[in-house]
């Protein structure tokens, strides 16, 4: 049973984002809290949560403070972000410091559910017109990508191969002996770096794409110090 914490101060919202998680997964075990600093007395008390969503405006947080000090705190939680601000370049500067997903509050209930179970299955989610890197050719975005490619882990090396390969998450940590949750964190931090925002779109764009070896010397060198 998937369990999620709803981090926003204003109940009617709580209670459709909400709906919009049991809309997905009726199953759900949902906490809330109205704070950061409620937020991170649950998560002190409170193991397995699944995901994160939380609206920027908070009473004790202002811009991106709060996500990042969940993201200090508990660095492994996906923390998708649930707001009225559509700025691309808010967007942007969301998924750049590494949230799950951008859900905007004008999101319809059912489509919400969709990014939720999107989030879940290692997806990051953005806004429908929301456009990643306007006016790259592609023989630019190959490039980039092969660069992006060596900032990832060897362990997250591991999980792109199988995942391009069309393995599910389910059988990646059964493979590489991690936990279920702990792929999932891979994937998303994996989407983030390379700039893309489905695993679909990854299995297109590195589909084809030679990535390096996680047992090569000097790659594992140049990775020393990194989280695995």
Not at 194 to 199: A, C, H, I, P
């Amino acid at each position: 049973m998937a369990s999620f914490l709803i981090i926003d101060d204003h109940p009617l919202f709580r209670e459709a984002l909400g709906n919009a998680v049991r809309l997905a997964l009726p199953e759900a075990r949902i906490l809330e809290a109205m704070s950061i600093e409620d937020a991170l007395e649950i998560l002190s008390a409170e193991q397995g949560i699944d995901l994160a969503l939380l609206d920027l405006s908070l009473p004790d947080a202002t811009g991106f403070s709060g996500f990042l000090r969940l993201r200090e705190t508990y660095p492994r939680l996906p923390v998708a972000i649930v707001s009225s601000e559509e700025d691309q370049h808010v967007v942007r500067e969301a998924l750049a410091l590494g949230a799950a997903g951008y859900l905007p509050k004008s999101t319809s209930k059912r489509e919400l559910a969709q990014s939720i179970e999107g989030v879940l299955s290692g997806s990051v989610s953005v806004p429908r017109d929301f456009v990643a890197t306007p006016q790259r050719r592609k023989a630019e975005t190959s490039k980039a990508l092969e660069v992006k490619l060596r900032e990832l882990t060897p362990q997250q090396i591991r999980v792109l191969d199988l995942l391009r390969r069309g393995y599910p998450n389910r059988q990646i940590a059964q493979e590489l002996q991690l936990a279920e949750s702990t792929v999932k964190a891979h994937i998303t931090e994996i989407l983030r770096k390379l700039g893309l925002f489905s695993r679909n779109k990854a299995i297109i764009e590195i589909g084809k794409m030679e990535l390096p070896d996680p047992r090569n010397r000097a790659y594992a060198k140049a990775d020393r110090g990194r989280p695995q």
